[in-house]
């Protein structure tokens, strides 16, 4: 198998499974190309996903671009994209035109509770590995802390920039930065997607005006160009885009927006329902554009960033930074994904098992999440 059908293959199955939002396919992600693929390590992929969460737009599929970069080029990347997001946006897609999520409850419930299993079984294998001492402990714990206290979205990144700070004015002990994440991007292309990020800012406003198809394509770019904190961030953002002028009514907006809540695979693919309302090539335009931003902006910093890395300095901060992540992560692992998803012993029960399947028996999560969705058709994750 080439790597590219290898790539298009793995994200496609994620895109089909990975339920529970961008924090979840942050757990979805490491089983499968972590543990599972060993195409990287944990040190590189906390990396990458710090890398991520600094950078406005969907956190997740920027990670999943820059992994399908990794392992088979600029076709590959493309592969990541869509295999991990076209199942999402064929589902919001169904939705605009009609068609609706009636009688899936049971199996998205127990999908939900997968996914549970799946960032817990993530939390302890980056805790393992990315907080082995005291004070990287001591960090991702700050790091909960510090989420139960602040809200909005930047206290993610502040979260991070604090565990990056507190790490090289410790000097964490984190070898001779030997070998380490790589993402072939020369500073050309980098500047070409700078370039293209600039232009969509100041050019599509201008051409909004031309026709609905720019006007969309504005409104999504910019609401792709100003979100940090993941996919839940862009509906006030989207809301204030769409609702307030009056282009469509609040009860449409929060339906679809329901949707993109109870489906696998990235949440921006909301954006597909909204364009969708006025056709496919609306749900075309509205979908490129809003997760555009957010890989122009990673491919225009990558080979900047890889310059640097290598320093003492800046690789202390990033073990910080890695620690602060395991936090992060620890703290979604209670809020959004386990105070959804769990209501009784008996899903905490089903959660549980899941886990232990994942954990000691070492099943796949796609597996886990086949038998699971079939459990929950038939109600056994009321």
């Not at 499974?17 to 906390?46: K, M, Q």
Request: net charge neutral.
């Amino acid at each position: 198998m080439s790597r590219l059908a290898e790539v298009f293959g793995a994200f496609l199955r994620l895109g089909l499974t990975s339920f529970g939002g961008p924090v979840a396919h942050i757990g979805y992600f490491r089983a499968e190309f972590v543990t599972r693929r060993n195409w990287l390590s944990d040190d590189d992929y906390a990396e990458l996903v710090a890398l991520c969460q600094f950078l406005p737009g969907p956190a997740s599929s920027q990670v999943g671009f820059a992994l399908g970069l990794t392992r088979a080029g600029w076709w590959g990347a493309l592969a990541a994209f869509v295999g991990f997001t076209l199942p999402s946006a064929l589902i919001m897609l169904a939705v605009a035109l009609g068609a609706g999520l009636a009688g899936l409850t049971g199996v998205i419930a127990a999908l939900k509770l997968v996914a549970v299993a799946v960032v817990a079984q993530a939390v302890m294998g980056m805790a393992r590995s990315l907080c082995p001492d005291g004070p990287r402990a001591t960090i991702a714990v700050a790091a909960v802390a510090a989420l139960a206290l602040l809200s909005g979205p930047w206290a993610m990144v502040a979260v991070i920039v604090a565990g990056g700070l507190i790490g090289a004015v410790l000097r964490l002990d984190v070898g001779t930065g030997q070998g380490g994440l790589a993402i072939a991007v020369g500073k050309p292309a980098a500047m070409t997607a700078l370039a293209l990020f600039a232009l969509g800012l100041v050019g599509l406003p201008m051409l909004a005006g031309q026709s609905e198809g720019f006007a969309l394509a504005d409104s999504m770019f910019r609401a792709g160009a100003l979100v940090f904190g993941g996919g839940h961030v862009v509906l006030p953002l989207l809301q204030a885009e769409l609702v307030a002028p009056g282009l469509l009514s609040d009860d449409a907006f929060l339906a679809g927006y329901a949707a993109a809540q109870a489906i696998p695979g990235p949440l921006f693919t909301f954006a597909t329902y909204l364009g969708g309302l006025g056709g496919i090539l609306g749900a075309a335009i509205a979908t490129l554009a809003i997760f555009a931003p957010g890989f122009l902006l990673l491919v225009g910093v990558l080979p900047f960033w890889q310059a640097v890395r290598g320093a003492q300095a800046v690789r202390a901060g990033m073990a910080g930074a890695n620690a602060a992540v395991v936090g992060i992560l620890g703290a979604a692992l209670y809020d959004p994904v386990f105070s959804s998803a769990v209501g009784s012993l008996a899903q905490f029960a089903f959660a549980l098992a899941c886990f232990v399947v994942l954990q000691v028996w070492r099943l796949p999560a796609w597996a886990v999440v086949l038998v699971a969705g079939l459990a929950g058709a038939v109600g056994l994750a009321a």
